[in-house]
């Protein structure tokens, strides 16, 4: 399976915020995109997660499943925000995602408890998630990429708040979504501990 991204650019309000990217990603490639602050990254992935469309340009999915056209119904979305909700335990805002989700074809995802454990945070899933530190947080919202077997991760400041130790589990499950075959698209300042990736630097627009 290919993801194609064809001379896509985006709009925001009135400003065009990036124009003509181009990229293709096979199974077990990754798309580190960095750039300064202001400079497109979480737009280009909200466009790539159908939240937000693209100006002009393409997406597409080549040999993949066929009745799925555009990338966004294959892909995790791993905003800045968490998309949990606060008053919910841990368990149940993951057990929403995992049914909200589904599987795609190809994969299946793991249960709620083996994903809390993959992220190393197995005893506290009857917290609720706005008890739990920053950290935390976002530990467990990485733990809703496993929990429903997408094979496009999508990833904004994933490493955001997260120590040395939940960085290494991190790259590690990343590598190990790469050697499944999957695809990332990651927007980062920090680097991710990947191997070889292709890289898009994104410079914005001047006004
Ligand atoms: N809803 C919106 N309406 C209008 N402009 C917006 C909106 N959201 C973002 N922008 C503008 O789009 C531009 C790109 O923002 P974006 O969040 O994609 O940048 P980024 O590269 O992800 O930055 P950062 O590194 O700070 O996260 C910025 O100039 C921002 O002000």
């Known amino acids: ?23 293709a990603l096979g199974a077990g490639e990754a798309l580190v ?16 997660a159908g939240l ?3 100006e002009s340009g393409r997406l597409r999915i080549e040999g993949g499943p066929a009745e799925f056209a ?19 335990t841990v368990r149940e805002n993951l057990s929403f995602w995992q049914r909200f989700m589904g599987d795609s074809p190809g994969g299946s995802g793991i249960d709620v408890n083996a ?14 998630f706005g008890y739990l530190s920053a950290g935390q947080q976002r530990r467990m919202a990485m733990a809703k990429l496993l929990v429903a077997y997408r094979p496009i991760w999508l990833l904004d400041e994933p490493t955001a708040a997260l120590d040395a130790g939940a960085d290494r589990l991190f790259a590690a499950l ?6 499944r075959g999957g695809i990332i698209i990651a927007a980062t300042h920090q680097p991710l501990g990947l191997g070889s990736t292709q890289s898009l630097q994104m410079k914005g627009f001047t006004h």
């Open 115 to 128: 994903a809390a454990e993959a992220v190393g945070l197995a005893g506290i899933t009857h917290l609720p």
């Open 33 to 48: 995109v960095t750039g300064p602050n202001g400079a497109g990254k979480s737009t280009l992935l909200r466009v790539l």
């Open 52 to 54: 937000l469309r693209a």
């Open 1 to 23: 399976m290919r993801l194609l991204a064809e001379g896509l650019s985006a709009r925001r309000g009135e400003d065009l915020i990036f124009n003509d990217i181009s990229f």
């Open 174 to 179: 990343v590598t190990a979504h790469l050697e």
């Open 70 to 88: 555009h990338p966004y119904e294959l892909s995790h979305y791993l905003g800045h925000r968490n998309a949990m909700k606060q008053e919910l």
